[in-house]
Every structure is written in C-alpha cells, then in structure tokens.
C-alpha cells in the first residue's frame, strides 16, 4: 500500500464546497490533484441523468450546475452504487483510487468502495469510516493529494473556509 500525502475537508453544502475549490484554483492548485465525493439522494432534486461524454459530465437536479462546472476540472468522474449509502458521484483521482482499491482487494472489513479508495491511497481505517459517516449525512467530501509542499499549502487555504473538518492524511511537513 502506497501512502499519498493528501488533506480532507469535509463541507456541509455545496456551496461550501464549491467556495473551496475556486479558492484552490484561484490559489494556482492543480485541479487534477483534487477529488469530491458527494451522496446524490435528495428527493427534491429530481435528478432524471448523468453520462459522461468526454471530459464533460451531464447531471440534471438541483445541484447539477455544481457538478456540472467541475467535470471540465478534475480528472475523471463516476457514479457508484454504494449499498447502505445511496448514490455516490465522485470526480477526479478518487475514482481510480477506488477502481484501484477494489481490484487490488484492498477492501477490509466494514468499509464501502470509496472507503476502499481510500485506504488504498494510506488514509487510517478509523478516518475512512468518519468520512463514510460524512457521505451518508449528506456532506461533501474534498480530497487534495500531492507532495508534502502541496498538501501544506492546500491546507492552509481550506482552513479559511466554511468547513466541518479538515486533516492531512500521511508525510506532515513543518513550517
């Protein structure tokens, strides 16, 4: 299992998140080293389609511009079924971290597909089961990967947002 340096923040509307990913573009982060995970069950929403045609991706309902704005950003984008949880869209590495970790049977007990992403990238078991909390109650999930430097500065910059928790995940530096 290879440990990648990478800080969560965990939002409680997508407005929140959709602040900290321009405040992230804005600050020069390469948008390919970031992901977001969020549950797709609201009743009021209606949402009739997703597909993926090229780097676009199409979702119809209430927050289908909020998805739709960041497909063109991040790198790669999924939709997965995940038992227990509902509907999960995910966009950016995310998606082959869980691709990867569930071809390489990095699955461990008590944990979903995108628990399995992550655990495959380092992040702690006791972390992974909190951030599937997170996606069952209906929060966003933004994870920012890269090298120790990356991570210092991207943290810096989510800590100035509306978040419910922001942690670095694997090799800490100190300023």
Not at 68 to 82: A, M, P, T
Not at 150 to 162: V, W
Request: hydrophobic share 45%; net charge negative.
């Amino acid at each position: 299992m290879d440990t990648t340096n990478s800080v969560v923040a965990v939002y409680d509307t997508h407005l929140q998140a959709e602040h900290a990913i321009k405040e992230l573009q804005e600050a020069g982060v390469d948008m390919k080293s970031l992901s977001i995970a969020a549950r797709n069950m609201h009743t009021d929403e209606h949402v009739v389609g997703y597909y993926n045609a090229g780097d676009r991706m199409k979702h119809w309902g209430k927050v289908g511009a909020f998805w739709g704005g960041f497909w063109g950003l991040l790198f790669g984008s999924g939709l997965f079924f995940i038992p227990g949880v509902g509907p999960i869209l995910v966009a950016g590495p995310l998606v082959a971290w869980i691709i990867a970790g569930l071809e390489g049977a990095a699955v461990v007990g008590g944990v979903s597909a995108i628990g399995a992403g992550l655990l495959s990238i380092g992040i702690p078991k006791d972390s992974v089961l909190q951030y599937e909390v997170d996606l069952k109650t209906d929060k966003f999930l933004l994870v920012v990967h890269g090298t120790p430097g990356a991570i210092a500065n991207a943290q810096d910059i989510l800590s100035r947002t509306e978040h419910s928790s922001c942690t670095v995940h694997g090799e800490k530096v100190f300023a």
